[in-house]
């Protein structure tokens, strides 16, 4: 066995259990442990990555979409988080609002803001988009509930706070915002990364599910999409 | 109802159970949430439009999984998004889909570090690359197993995996040009050296 057919080894079969001819190429070849010792870990990443977390109301969503996409041959498919909202809404289950902020690099003082309506009494997914240039440690993270609302699972706290990271790429945070009929306030999301801040504000007003349902109605009638 | 009705009533009632599956795999393939609706989608705004006879597929499921396959590595351009280089949906309590959690010891950062690194070394792949990597890699099918599903000869499904992995590896070691020494032994020695 020498580096070459080793490393065919390594890209075509299972790295459990190896022939008596690799492991000794391996113990005789540092290079080849290194790749051997890599490849393993790769497969063990790939191997436990969790089952991806499907969105509540997805199987609604789609079909009825792509249902109404497919009714309108000449329209191309609807795509966008306005007619995602929409159709979830109409259904009276839950998505939000994507702020996107690009952060390339990080620094200084931003803010972006966004408008939301919420079913009352629903949990409603707040999702916040963040794109980071580079990975980000140790920041901080603070999110302010107005009256009337809260996050699923911190009932009575008006304000959340932790710190973690940002990988490369996109970031989502998930709030899931609880809001009792007529609230309406700022929910704001804080990030505080070496002694910056950015604040991400969405306006959040809660609304009886029937009259959401007719003010969606309307959207995709304007639409054309009903 | 009429006839056409019918037909999309029974049509969504079959293809139903399996919106959560297709869902997964989308996610895996486009390596983000927004592509992964819009890739599903995709292929049921295909399906409403040229009805098939599902109900008539005694392997409804792996049809499915063939169909989004072929849509994903022979259509899918994508997009305004950057990839993630992730799939993790809620490791942060719930909260945050990318996070590792509070600082964690070194050794945790250089494991998150890597896992990092494999996904966006995998998100830089072919879609072609990509999907065979997730459909055999990440979620266990053998290559026969995918014979059978993508309709593709098995030296076809080998030698694509060789040169899927073989990238795959290439774009980490230059990534990673030093393994620390311990760690190699580490891991040599559960394979007795
Ligand atoms: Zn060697």
Known sequence: ?226 | MTGNDDRRVEFEALVRPHLGMLYRLAYRFTGHSQDAEDLVQELMVRLYRSPRNLAAMPTLRRWLVRVLHNLFVDQWRHRLHTPFGHLHPEPWDGLFENVAGVPSPEQEAHAADLRRQVLAALYNLSNEHRALLVLHDVEGRSLPELTDVLHLPLGTLKSRLFRARRKLRTALSERNPSARPDVVADEVSQYGL
């Open chain 1, 1 to 226: 066995m020498d580096c070459n057919r080793l490393h065919t080894y390594l890209d075509t079969e299972p790295l459990v259990a190896p022939p008596a001819e690799v492991l000794e190429h391996l113990s005789q070849c540092a290079s080849c442990r290194e790749a051997w010792a890599l490849a393993g870990k790769v497969q063990r990443i790939l191997r436990s990555l969790p089952e991806p977390y499907v969105p509540l109301g997805f199987e609604e969503r789609v079909l009825i979409l792509s249902r109404r996409a497919s009714e309108h041959r000449h329209h191309r498919v609807a795509r966008g988080w306005a007619l995602a909202l929409a159709a979830t809404l109409l259904l009276g289950i839950s998505i939000g609002i994507v702020l996107q902020w690009a952060a390339a690099p990080m620094g200084g003082y931003q803010l972006r803001t966004g408008a939301i309506l919420v079913p009352a009494d629903t949990a409603t997914v707040v999702r916040i988009a963040l794109d980071a240039a580079h990975p980000l440690h140790h920041v901080g993270f603070t999110v302010n509930v107005p009256q009337g609302m809260q996050l699923q699972g911190h009932p009575g706290e008006q304000q959340v706070a932790w710190s973690g990271e940002l990988a490369q790429g996109r970031n989502v945070l998930n709030l899931r915002l609880v809001a009792r009929s007529g609230a309406a306030g700022t929910l704001e999301t804080a990030l505080h990364y070496a002694g910056q801040d950015n604040i991400f504000k969405v306006q959040v007003v809660a609304i009886e599910d029937e009259s959401l349902r007719g003010i969606v109605r309307r959207l995709l009638a304007r639409m054309k999409l009903v």
